[in-house]
């Protein structure tokens, strides 16, 4: 018999079944007048539960996409942007900016660390910056930045756009583009929200579309915010061919998301990521993100000594677990662990007992039950 494959990598994610329905609908034209009601509603749904009062877009594309559209819409060539880089996904809006002819500060954390708020807060006092990077959760350390502190915090700098990195984050992580002080919080569907990747979204706030607005001509085109809201406003109109069965895909997802509660599925997120964490220790694995600033949404597990990464790994995937490999210097010295969006109790009880099998056909000292046993009783708190 053929082992199930679980997808428990930092994404893709699990798919549910209804979800993968409206992935099958038959496709109709774009301006259908159905469709063109759907995709309206999953509008004034991103904004209303991601409280937002500017604009939200949800476009064809890439997590990568937002990064860059983010950029475009916010900065012209020879501005200064302070990129605060908490790990591999942060540095990669060095080589974005850089590119746009942009000048580049960073501020980085040792992995599995933040930077911490008072450091950003002095240097943004150092010189006018037209925009700063933070990536809430960077999948390549597993650090949760805070970003809502940081929000306050850039209230003291009013004429610097505050761009939020969510990919691996909305939908699991508290945020609130109003209620935070974000100016652009951008995602991929592929996540939290448990949909195929194919979706980028952003929730644009007034000072950055006003910000957009004073750049007059941008060199971009098809990520051009300008171009883009009369589509977000009135989804009859066309501008590029939107995906019409990812918008469908999403729009049950974020059904999902409203039946749960926003805060409820926070908070399963929260209890979820505890549990995994706790039980993950149990069984010997040293978690890389310092306790507090640890995400929900996946576990960056440093190996034991003398592990052998790609053995372990091959094991895992015979027994049906993806996970991921370690990035820059924890490449085989760890793995990365997803545990986010659509999964339930049933998924976690599996993983661990599989990673439990995994270690214990690798040669590694186990206790088989004793993480599952840890798991179960954070589970029933």
């Known amino acids: 018999m053929k082992t199930r494959k679980l997808v428990m990598i930092p994404g893709p994610t699990p798919v549910t079944r209804s979800i993968q329905d409206q992935m099958g609908r038959e496709t109709v034209a774009f301006g259908d007048p159905e469709f063109v009601k759907d995709f309206k509603g999953l509008l004034e749904d991103l904004k209303v539960l991601f409280k937002c009062s500017g ?4 476009i064809a594309g890439s997590g990568t996409m937002g990064m860059e559209m983010a950029i475009a819409n916010t900065t012209k060539k020879g501005d200064n942007v302070l990129i605060v880089s908490h790990g591999f996904f942060g540095d990669r809006f060095i080589e ?6 942009l000048n580049v500060d960073i501020l980085s954390s040792e992995w599995g660390k933040i930077v911490p708020v008072e450091k950003i807060r002095e240097k943004l006092g150092e010189k006018k910056y037209a925009a700063m990077t933070v990536t809430h959760v960077d999948t390549s350390t597993g650090v949760c930045a805070p970003v809502a502190e940081i929000g306050k915090m850039m209230k003291e700098f009013p ?3 505050y761009i939020v990195d969510g990919v691996c984050a909305t939908a699991a992580e508290p945020e609130y583009v109003d209620d935070m002080g974000i100016d652009i919080l951008f995602t991929g569907s592929q ?4 949909v195929p990747p194919g979706l980028t979204m952003l929730w644009v706030n007034q000072k950055a579309l006003d910000k957009r607005k004073s750049l007059g001509s941008i060199p971009e085109y098809f990520i051009d915010f300008e171009k883009w809201i009369p589509i977000m406003n009135d989804p009859s109109k066309y501008y590029a061919t939107p995906a019409v069965n990812m918008v469908w895909a999403l729009k049950e997802s974020v059904r999902i998301i409203k039946e749960e509660g926003i805060e409820n599925r926070y908070e399963r997120h929260r209890k979820n990521a505890a549990a995994m964490q706790a039980a993950l220790e149990t069984l010997g ?8 600033r640890r995400a929900v949404t996946l576990s960056n597990l440093v190996y034991p000594e003398g592990t052998d990464d790609a053995k372990f790994r091959g094991l895992l995937a015979e027994e ?3 996970v991921a490999g370690g990035l820059g210097a924890y490449a085989g ?4 662990l997803g545990h986010m969006g ?4 049933h998924d976690l009880v599996s993983v661990i007992a599989t990673i439990e099998r995994a270690m214990y056909r690798a040669g590694m000292t186990v206790e088989l039950g004793k993480g599952v046993g840890v798991l179960q009783q954070h589970l029933v708190k």
């Open 320 to 322: 049906g677990i993806m």
């Open 159 to 161: 004429e610097t756009i």
């Open 55 to 58: 604009e939200v877009f949800v």
């Open 96 to 101: 974005l900016c850089e590119r746009k002819g």
């Open 285 to 292: 694995f040293r978690i890389l993100a310092e306790k507090g």
């Open 333 to 336: 010295k760890m793995f990365r």
């Open 342 to 345: 659509n999964i339930d109790k």
């Open 191 to 194: 996540k939290a929200f448990g």
